[in-house]
């Protein structure tokens, strides 16, 4: 079984936010990063899945040299191999910049399960994972809670409102949007540490992936951040 786990990075929680100076977005020069929470629930899940079925875990991450970090991590925990999508014609993108961008290398890798986190914890419009199963044809579900494989067939646990779930059966390949809580992350292990540096990180650019600018060009804009003046 090949899955695939889709990793952002993120201001770390405890950064100290200020806005950038045209007042569309934060100054993210001497802010620290970390790996979005969501999409660490969805890491461990895909390497307890490859424990039990067996299979590769490859990771996808789109961003600058920075986010390099955060796909060690995923490598030293047990991901085998990653992807970085890494352009400057990738800067700034929407949601549906940046699904169309994943999908384009997410296709060639043929996965039997794509994994992404529910939400980022920076922009959090949970966007990205849905038109990502869109733009590669795959049935998806969010929300998740449990997953359970038997052949071809996918059981998948939903979280709903007011403390109800919902079980789900779809085919494979697929994909989930993972909600945090689902498992416990694991540690890195210094065996694992080690192991992450022999294993390949692919670069991906816009020219490798065949993507003309106009087909990125962002569909939704944030026009002003602020903070609320206090009355």
């Not at 100290?16 to 929470?37: H, M, P, R, Y």
């Not at 498992?183 to 670069?203: D, E, S």
């Amino acid at each position: 079984m090949k899955i695939v786990v889709c990793l952002k990075q993120v201001p770390a929680r405890d950064a100290v936010l200020k806005l950038n100076s045209a007042g569309t977005w934060i100054e993210t020069a001497d802010v620290g990063f970390q790996v979005n929470e969501p999409d660490i629930y969805a890491l461990e899940e895909a390497l307890r899945l490859k424990e039990k079925h067996s299979g590769e875990v490859v990771i996808c991450s789109l961003g600058p040299a920075r986010v390099q970090q955060a796909l060690k991590e995923a490598l030293a925990k047990g991901a085998d191999r990653a992807l970085h999508l890494e352009d400057a014609a990738f800067d700034g993108l929407d949601a549906q910049g940046m699904a169309r961008a994943m999908s384009m290398a997410i296709e060639r890798e043929e996965p039997d399960l794509v994994l992404t986190g529910l939400q980022s914890d920076d922009f959090g419009f949970a966007q990205t994972g849905v038109i990502l199963a869109e733009l590669l044809g795959l049935p998806h579900s969010t929300i998740i809670m449990e997953i359970q494989i038997e052949g071809r067939q996918l059981k998948v646990k939903r979280e709903l409102e007011a403390g109800w779930f919902q079980w789900i059966e779809m085919p494979l390949p697929a994909l989930l949007a993972i909600q945090s809580g689902i498992n416990k992350p694991r540690y890195a292990t210094l065996k694992g540490i080690m192991a992450a540096k022999n294993k390949p990180i692919q670069k991906v650019t816009a020219a490798d992936l065949g993507l003309p600018a106009e087909e990125l060009a962002p569909r939704q804009k944030i026009s002003k951040v602020y903070v609320p003046v206090k009355k």
